[in-house]
C-alpha cells in the first residue's frame, strides 16, 4: 500500500461547480498536509497547508483533514476555468524532518 | 509568498554531456533544499535532500555520482546531471522549507531537461 493515495482523475466540471479533490494515507505520523496546484510544465505552487483535523477555509477553497480516518479534501467552490491545473496533495511528519511525500495529483479540467 | 528560482528553465544537450542547473531562494537562506524529477503525468520524486555544509542525502535508487549535488550557500543549490543520457530527459524540480518558519515548502519553477 502507498503512503499517499490520490485519484489521478481526470475530472472535467462545468465552470461555478464546486470541486472535491481527495487523498488518503497510510502513515500516522504525518502531521502536516498541503495542498499544491501545478499549471502545466511549471513548479507546484502551495495552496493551502494545516495541522489538525477540521476545516480551513481560504477564499474559494476549503481544507479539511480528518486524522482519525486519514483522509484528506480540497474543495473549490464556483470553480474557474483557471482553476484547471493538477492538485497535489503532499504530507509531512514535522519538526527538522522536512521530507514531503506527495500524492500522484489529479488532472482538473474547469469548462467555461 | 517566498520566491524559489531555477536556472536555466529549459535545455536541451547531447547525450553524454553533463548539465548544471542552479536553485536559488530569493528571500530567504534556505540550509536545506530539496530536488525532484517529475515524468509526464506522474508526481514529483524526491532524489535528494541538500544541506547546506555537507553532503546531500541521496534517496534509495538515485545515483550520487550521476546526480551532483553542491549546495554552495544559504541561497543556492546546483544539480549536475554528469554523462547525461535520453532517460534523464524529465522536469527537475528544487524546494526550499522556511527555516523555522513553517514546515512549509516553496518550490522553484522547475527546469525541463531534454537529452538527445
Known amino acids: 500500500q502507498k503512503e499517499v493515495e490520490q485519484d489521478p482523475g481526470p475530472l472535467s466540471v462545468p465552470e461555478g461547480a464546486i470541486v472535491s479533490l481527495n487523498c488518503t494515507y497510510s502513515n500516522s505520523a504525518f502531521q502536516y498536509f498541503m495542498w499544491y496546484r501545478q499549471y502545466s510544465r511549471k513548479g507546484p505552487e502551495l495552496l493551502m497547508y494545516?495541522?489538525?483535523?477540521g476545516n480551513k477555509e481560504d477564499g474559494r477553497f476549503t481544507a479539511q483533514v480528518d486524522k482519525s480516518s486519514k483522509y484528506i479534501s480540497l474543495f473549490i467552490r464556483d470553480s474557474q476555468p483557471s482553476d484547471s491545473a493538477t492538485y497535489l496533495c503532499?504530507?509531512?511528519?514535522?519538526?527538522?524532518?522536512?521530507?514531503?511525500?506527495f500524492g500522484k495529483g489529479t488532472l482538473l479540467t474547469v469548462n467555461p | 509568498g517566498a520566491v524559489v528560482s531555477q536556472h536555466p528553465s529549459w535545455v536541451i544537450c547531447k547525450s553524454g554531456t553533463s548539465v548544471k542547473i542552479e536553485c536559488r531562494s530569493l528571500?530567504?537562506?534556505?540550509?536545506?533544499m530539496f530536488w525532484y524529477r517529475q515524468f509526464p503525468k506522474q508526481s514529483l520524486m524526491l532524489m535528494a535532500t541538500?544541506?547546506?555544509?555537507?553532503?546531500?542525502?541521496?534517496e534509495q535508487g538515485v545515483e550520487k555520482d550521476k546526480f551532483l549535488i553542491n549546495h554552495a550557500s544559504l541561497t543556492l543549490s546546483t544539480l549536475t546531471v554528469t554523462s547525461a543520457h535520453p532517460e534523464d530527459s524529465s522536469f527537475y524540480i528544487c524546494s526550499a522549507p522556511m527555516s523555522g518558519a513553517t514546515d512549509t515548502q516553496y518550490f522553484g519553477p522547475g527546469t525541463r531537461l531534454t537529452v538527445l
Open positions: 528571500d530567504f537562506q534556505a540550509t536545506t
Open positions: 503532499a504530507m509531512g511528519r514535522g519538526g527538522s524532518n522536512y521530507k514531503l511525500t
Open positions: 541538500s544541506n547546506e555544509g555537507s553532503k546531500a542525502t541521496y
Open positions: 494545516t495541522y489538525s483535523s
